[in-house]
């Protein structure tokens, strides 16, 4: 079981590197998937809220064997349509909508009784064909069905940038996606989440602007193999 230090040590880079930019501390959301329920309890314990799972599977048994406690839960890989349903009952969050589909889906789904649920739009900033986001100029059509839905809650965009060794090439797309975040807030002016950054290069995204980090590896350390 982990001791509380890398979390410490998350929250310390966390203040340094928002305090250096002069920016606000952003929110951290600890990425969970294929760690044991007990990694998750051990860091509920010393107070983290939001975690973030890939799966909706996983995240259904998760939420379950963990329901004594008050947690967050985000979706943050890709959903397909068929598992909306589910989606839309498990997570408080969903930070990849990237296309019509999914909203439509998303938002019959949330179940009633439930607050609206939270949604970023997912952006593949560096027009990568392997992966899922929509493109830069998708956004302002996703955004508007989005805020069309009563059950649906804009808060902003999220990003993946390609795992580019050049720190630089990393900066630049997280500019990139500040720019279409101040612009997203031209015309929604309550969004207030920038997700991106994650172990390797957090420090990157806070500079140029992140409001929400997702931290898997250098929270609970390297993730067991898949097993199912
Ligand atoms: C796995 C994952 C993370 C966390 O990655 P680490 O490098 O382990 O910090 C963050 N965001 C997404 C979308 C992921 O799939």
Redesign the pocket.
């Known amino acids: 079981m982990s001791t509380s230090q890398p979390l410490q040590n998350i929250r310390t880079a966390i203040d340094a590197a928002a305090s250096a930019a002069n920016r606000a501390p952003p929110r951290l959301?600890a990425?969970s998937?294929r760690q044991p329920v007990e990694a998750i309890r051990a860091l509920a314990a010393q107070g983290q809220h939001a975690f973030?799972e890939?799966y909706v599977q996983e995240a259904m048994a998760k939420r379950e064997q963990l329901a004594d406690l008050d947690l967050e839960w985000h979706l943050?890989?890709h959903l397909q349509s068929n598992k909306a349903a589910e989606a839309a009952r498990t997570f408080d969050w969903v930070?990849?909508i990237d296309r019509l589909k999914l909203v439509d889906a998303l938002a019959r789904r949330r179940p009633p009784e439930l607050a609206p649920l939270n949604v970023l739009i997912q952006v593949n900033i560096d027009d990568e064909a392997s992966k899922h986001g929509c493109s830069p100029d998708q956004i302002e059509t996703l955004a508007i069905a989005i805020v069309a839905q009563p059950r649906l809650h804009l808060r902003g965009l999220?990003a993946?940038p390609a795992p580019d060794p050049h720190l630089e090439r990393r900066a630049q797309a997280f500019s990139r996606m500040h720019t279409l975040f101040e612009r997203l807030r031209e015309g929604h002016p309550d969004v207030d989440t920038l997700s991106m950054g994650?172990?390797?290069d957090?420090v990157l995204a806070i500079s140029e602007g992140a409001s929400m980090i997702?931290?898997?590896?250098?929270?609970?350390g390297a993730?067991p193999d898949r097993q199912c």
């Not at 997702?214 to 609970?220: D, K």
């Open positions: 959301l990425v998937k973030g890939n943050i890989g930070q990849t999220m993946i994650m172990s390797e957090f997702r931290i898997g590896t250098a929270l609970f993730r």
